[in-house]
């Protein structure tokens, strides 16, 4: 907080670092009507500093943000039959066991087709995917503000990619891999800085990745794992590249992952510090396996057979080892495919 300037009281009649910890402790669901008291107030409450500040105190909370497919009809809309499937995006609260749906921003008949999601300082930002209509790949970029419940537009990707990899941290968004409109495997890589709105180019990867899924790493390193070659399509790598985010180097590291096996959301870190497949932790998840670490916790997403019933469980980790699924109640209404999905801590 010491880059942000106070210059009236935050609470009348008490010093100013009393004001800051009885702010610091507001839910962050009262967040959107306490930054509408006053000027201060909103200026503090949408101040990255404030934000980093809650987080070390501990006052943040940890969501899943999950891409589901609505079975049909517009997103905010009743289903139809016969009408193609329409993706939104669904957050849940771990401790509360409440699923919540964010409006769809400027797509009536939902999210872009396999958009990617990442979140950092309380913002859950989604980026590429194709035109739900005209299944054409678009560079657009949204940004979800957890604090003000509001979507706005961020600067658009430098070209089209499809099925890319995505992480952040630390106010920025590394993506790396994919492929273009052509179908070509990329190994091309690039950050965007959401305070400023720009995009960066990073230096390349040793090798094409398309089909590659993100992983960061204590916000030290932004690992791009597996993915495959243009002319070899399905035959993915056992190794990734990982990207310094303090050097700024890029390095290759082998044998990390079942060759032949897609990574696209089952990735995970475990407590010893290698990577794991979230497919593997029970049958009853091992297809189409989705994986959202939410802190010492879990969120496990899959099925147990190929077009069987999609089922939700958490398993706490622990040092070395991890603890049996537990089943979750979900209502019907999100007990379906998880496209892909995230943390957001807000």
């Known amino acids: 907080m010491e880059n942000f300037e106070f210059s009236t009281e935050l609470l009348p009649g008490l010093p100013e670092e009393l004001g800051l910890e009885c702010l610091s402790r507001l839910p962050c669901t ?15 409450l949408q101040s990255p500093d404030f934000y980093y500040h809650r987080k070390k105190l501990g006052y943040t909370q940890k969501v899943a943000c999950l891409v589901l497919n609505f079975n049909g009809g517009t997103v905010n809309g009743p ?9 939104g995006i669904a957050v849940f609260d771990s401790v509360s066991q409440i699923f919540d749906r964010l409006p769809v921003y400027r797509y009536p008949n939902g999210l872009p087709l396999f958009c990617q999601l990442a979140s950092c300082e309380g913002k859950l ?3 590429g995917g194709w035109d739900p209509v005209s299944y054409d790949p678009v ?20 070209s089209k990619r499809s099925f890319f990899a995505i992480g952040a941290c630390l106010g920025r968004v590394f993506i790396a891999g994919g492929h273009d409109e052509n179908k070509n495997a990329l190994r091309s890589a690039w950050v965007y ?8 180019q990073l230096g390349e990867m040793s090798e094409e990745r398309d089909e590659c899924e993100g992983v960061v790493i204590e916000e030290d390193e932004f690992w791009v794992v597996s993915g495959y070659r243009t002319e070899s399509q399905g035959q993915f790598y056992g190794s990734a590249d990982v990207y310094g985010l303090k050097s700024g180097q890029w390095r290759r590291v082998e044998g990390v ?3 032949s096996r897609c990574p696209r959301s089952c ?13 593997e932790l029970s049958p009853a998840a ?3 396996a989705c994986g959202i670490s939410l802190g010492g916790r879990v969120l496990v997403t899959g099925s147990g057979y190929q077009g069987g019933p999609h089922g939700y469980y958490m398993v706490e980790m622990k040092e070395g080892q991890h603890s049996k699924l537990e089943k979750l109640n979900v209502p019907d209404e999100f007990s379906v495919f998880v496209q892909s999905g995230c943390c957001a801590e807000i």
């Open 30 to 44: 009262a967040h959107r009507l306490a930054s509408r008291v006053c000027h201060r107030w909103r200026d503090l």
């Open 139 to 158: 560079t657009d970029v949204f940004i979800y503000d957890f604090m003000s419940q509001q979507w706005r537009q961020g600067k658009d990707m430098p």
């Open 286 to 288: 091992r297809v189409g």
């Open 267 to 279: 990735v995970g870190m475990g407590k010893d510090g290698k990577l794991m497949n979230w497919a």
């Open 125 to 127: 930002v989604v980026m």
């Open 193 to 200: 800085d959401l305070r400023k709105d720009e995009w960066s």
């Open 79 to 87: 289903k139809k039959p016969g009408v193609s499937p329409s993706y």
């Open 257 to 259: 992952w079942e060759p």
